[in-house]
């Protein structure tokens, strides 16, 4: 009987070795970035309460009606969902802990999340993000930073094309009203509204503001705006964020139709957008969420931040063609004849102890298939130690680049090394 293999979960992908690396690249430039801006790592679970998403990232949108991983703890019936996002999890974790009593918290995390979509190029079912929040800061001077850190990242990785959009949601209030007129306006137009608009209309009609229907496009770009319902406050912050990004030196786009896909953003709200990614072109996005803080805890306090889609950012450095090289080991030993082992062990470590990358022969291989793996592993050196050299006290280095070799001392292994 033919043996069934067993593969891994559509749209949840493995990340091999021969990738891992542009990760482990990405991951280390992240975390001195926000080491820079001061922020603290957090850590929390990957499954959570469902509860938890249910009522912060809000029913009528995409990811609670039909994108989350929801089941039931077979022990106590409990419902339970991987985590399809990671504000809800960090503020809850927050709150849970007292973190915000009398307190700002700067705050990253970084890990899987998951989300039942559609598997293409840029969206996956298991997908990666690392993700920012400010708490306890008013704004928009945070709401500044938050841009500027941003453009400072696309810097430092080389990314040097993305647009920034960006727009004001308001307040509840001002949103209720401008709803309300939305609303009014389809119903005139009802005949217009594809399926999913239909569905959004009463829902969450600012969604349908969202369309990617071009059908749908003069519809929207006629529609009541958010913009024109904003009273003086939001304006105001509006304005000054905006002012604040102008004397900074960034570029922006207002766009009105920008609403983001949870529904807790009031405020300041934006996306970096790549022209090399097609329809999954966002690759970090974000805006302010007092409203969530409330909702969550009870207490008014005031939030903002992001999230960086990682599969995103690793794909628009591969259309730049800047995805950092593979980082090889410095030293292959290959050993040749009886008793050779002892002393390869000995200096694999005094080499590890300077520092250097170092894989070892193991088992019995001939000379030439040795040479072949270093010559795979792309190593600088390889250290032949033979039954002549274990009775010398010596080894023979040779140069992989050059094609060269010399019978070298140990003692002076780690000096002809580092000299070269
Ligand atoms: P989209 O409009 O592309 O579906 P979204 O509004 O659902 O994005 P957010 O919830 O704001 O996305 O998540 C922040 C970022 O995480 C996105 O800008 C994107 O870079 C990344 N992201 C979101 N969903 C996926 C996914 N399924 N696969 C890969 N990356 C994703
Ligand atoms: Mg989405």
Partial sequence: MA????????????????????????????????????????????????????????????????????????????????????????????????????????????????????????????????????????????????????????????????????????????????????????????????????RRLYKNPLRILDTKNPAMQELVTKAPMLIDYLGSESLEHYTLWKTYLTNLGVEFIENPRLVRGLDYYNLSVFEWVSSNLGAQGTVAAGGRYDPLVKELSGKDNYAIGFAIGL??????????????????????????????????????????GEGLSVVQNFGVNSFKSQLKKADGLKCKFTVIIGETEVSNNQVMVKLMDRQTQESVAIENLVDFLRKI
Wanted: net charge negative; with cysteine; glycine share 6%.
């Fill in 3 to 198: 043996m069934q293999k067993i593969n891994s979960v559509k749209g949840m992908n493995d990340i091999l070795p021969g990738d891992s690396h542009a990760w482990l690249w990405l991951e280390e430039q992240l975390r001195k970035w926000l080491f820079s801006y001061g922020y603290e790592n957090i850590r929390t679970p990957i499954v959570e309460d469902t509860k938890l998403f249910t009522r912060s990232i809000g029913g009528a949108t995409d990811i609670v009606e039909k994108e989350m991983y929801t089941f039931t703890d077979k022990l106590n019936d409990d419902s339970l969902t991987l985590r399809p996002e990671g504000t809800a999890g960090a503020l809850r974790s927050v709150i849970q802990h007292e973190l915000l009593y009398n307190k700002t918290q700067k705050l990253w995390y970084i890990g899987p999340m998951f989300r039942h979509e559609r598997p293409q190029k840029g969206r996956y079912r298991q997908f990666h993000q690392l993700g920012v929040e400010a708490l306890g800061f008013k704004g928009p001077d945070i709401d500044s930073e938050i841009i500027l850190m941003l453009r400072d990242l696309w810097q430092r990785l080389g990314i040097q094309n993305l647009q920034l959009h960006i727009n004001c949601l308001g307040n509840l209030d001002e949103r209720a009203v401008h709803r309300a007129n939305l609303i009014k306006y389809f119903e005139q137009n009802i005949n217009l509204l594809d399926e999913d608009a239909t």
């Fill in 311 to 352: 599969e995103r950012i690793l794909l628009e450095l591969e259309a730049l063609n800047i995805v950092p090289n593979r980082v090889f080991p410095d030293v292959f030993i290959a050993t040749v004849g009886s008793d050779t082992q002892a002393l390869a062990f000995k200096i694999a470590g005094i080499l590890r």
